[in-house]
């Protein structure tokens, strides 16, 4: 008899995770306590595969040799305790398919610009002739590329929920963007653990592997100094000359990698903002450190296109420009977004409030913001951080109300921003629905 594998969790990962599985020889079975989406158990009948969903059956997952759980179940949920009571492993899609390919591994984490970073990367790799492929928290899922592609290299995005189901999985090239408070709830409000979540990245590097990580993030910089650090070094930042690694000096964006520099422009960058700037850094020593060639790698960062839901410009209406940063779900991509508006700006915010502390905004709020519209089924921590600091902050329960509020509270030369600060889940499906609903508001204006 196979050794069964139970995979909780019917979504992109989950059912990647049970093509995989299956591929290797194990007996399957799929179980969901929501509702699985159309397009998932389409293909879970298609395959014939076991599965159920609007709940969990004890005897039918605690048989398992190995649970493969999805990122968005938390380990206190009551069935992830009894699996760990039991002793089975509960492990993460990215743990599992790694198992089973001999593939470079390039993963980019951190609490803001992954998804820009890992995007750029990927774009880079691809247009140097890699056989490359992109997963993780992005796409299609990792477990499923290994089933039915055969890439000799992939760009994966990394959250730290992902991290924390990650045991014996290794980098070859490891890169840490940032580390800010985000998604405390999960880790009992301990901003240690989250930091230590994220730090999973380099866990079984071995010496010739490389970690490419932000130098001027104290956080980062504070828990590198507690650890012993095995692979090579290579940091990047604004803060002062990394060599090895990156920094910018004046207008020039540099990357020296052995004694080889790089060197081009930041105003060359087609992504503009510090926080660019960071995410070409990162993107450029991982290309460099797999050997792309220098113009490659100059073409690439001045031609790549940016993140959909990330300071996306939507259109301008009567003079007024507004900005879909719906991807921004915690408190410091707030910060990055506000930091780069050029202009006034009535900020839309709001969700499911993941711990969040917005006293770090308060000089950008004063110095920016004409009035906010909040955005969620329970708005009082916003509105107990800046009643105090803006004169209008308005209340909204969904996204055209929000729109259009937003527009009459803004003049010609102002900037309506979407940038949430929070979780989704209170109004809308995921970020994604969020940022295409503001869009659509937006254009029926």
């Known amino acids: 008899m196979a050794d069964k594998i139970v995979i909780l969790g019917a979504g992109e990962s989950g059912v990647g995770s049970a093509i995989l599985a299956r591929?290797?020889?194990f007996s399957v079975w799929v179980s969901d306590a929501g509702k699985i989406k159309p397009e998932y158990r389409q293909i879970l009948e298609e395959m014939n595969f076991g599965f159920e969903e609007g709940g969990h059956t004890e005897s039918l997952i605690l048989d398992a040799s190995a649970v493969i759980k999805s990122p968005g179940i938390p380990d206190k949920a009551p069935m992830i305790k009894l699996l760990h009571e039991k002793g089975i492993p509960v492990i993460s899609e990215l743990e599992f398919a790694a198992r089973y390919t001999t593939a470079k591994l390039v993963c980019i984490t951190g609490s803001n610009g992954k998804t820009?970073?890992?995007l750029m990367t990927y774009h880079i790799l691809k247009s140097a002739g890699l056989n490359v492929g992109l997963a993780g928290n992005i796409g299609q899922s990792f477990a499923r590329q290994v089933a039915e592609q055969n890439f000799d290299t992939y760009v994966l995005e990394i959250s730290s929920f992902q991290l924390d189901g990650m045991y014996d999985f290794r980098a070859d090239i490891a890169v840490l963007m940032n580390i800010t408070p985000d998604h405390l709830d999960r880790y009992n409000y301990e901003f240690q653990n989250y930091a230590d979540s994220k730090f999973r990245i380099i866990q079984n590097m071995r010496p010739e592997d490389h970690f490419?990580?932000?130098g001027d993030d104290p956080v980062?910089?504070?828990e590198i100094s507690k650890r012993q650090i095995i692979p090579q070094q290579l940091p990047f930042g604004f803060d002062k000359v990394y060599n090895p690694g990156a920094w910018v000096e004046g207008d020039q964006l540099n990357i020296v990698i052995n004694n080889n520099p790089f060197n081009m422009s930041i105003?060359?960058?087609?992504m503009q903002g510090k926080h660019n700037a960071y995410n070409s850094m990162a993107s450029g020593i991982a290309s460099r450190v797999l050997d792309i060639r220098k113009d490659t790698i100059r073409e690439c960062l001045t031609d790549f296109q940016g993140v959909e839901h990330r300071l996306e410009p939507v259109i301008k209406v009567h003079g007024i420009e507004f900005i879909n940063d719906s991807k921004a779900t915690n408190v410091n991509s707030t910060w990055y977004a506000m930091e780069s508006m050029k202009g006034k700006v009535v900020w839309i915010v709001g969700g499911v409030d993941k711990g969040n502390d917005y006293s770090i905004l308060d000089s950008l709020i004063r110095?920016?913001?004409?009035?906010i519209v909040c955005l969620g089924k329970d708005n009082t921590k916003i509105h107990e951080a800046f009643?105090?600091?803006i004169d209008t902050v308005v209340d909204s329960d969904n996204m055209e109300e929000a729109v259009r509020t937003a527009y009459y509270l803004?003049?010609?030369g102002n900037i309506v921003l979407l940038s949430p600060c929070c979780a989704s889940f209170d109004l809308f499906e995921n970020y994604e629905d969020r940022g295409r609903q503001f869009k659509n508001a937006v254009r029926n204006l």
Do not use: H, P
Not at 267 to 270: G, W
Not at 367 to 371: D, I, L, N, W
């Open 220 to 222: 980062v910089r504070e």
């Open 387 to 389: 009643d105090n600091i």
């Open 23 to 25: 591929k290797q020889g």
């Open 267 to 270: 105003f060359d960058l087609s």
């Open 367 to 371: 110095e920016k913001v004409r009035s």
């Open 212 to 214: 490419i990580y932000c």
């Open 410 to 412: 803004a003049e010609e």
């Open 116 to 118: 820009t970073t890992t």
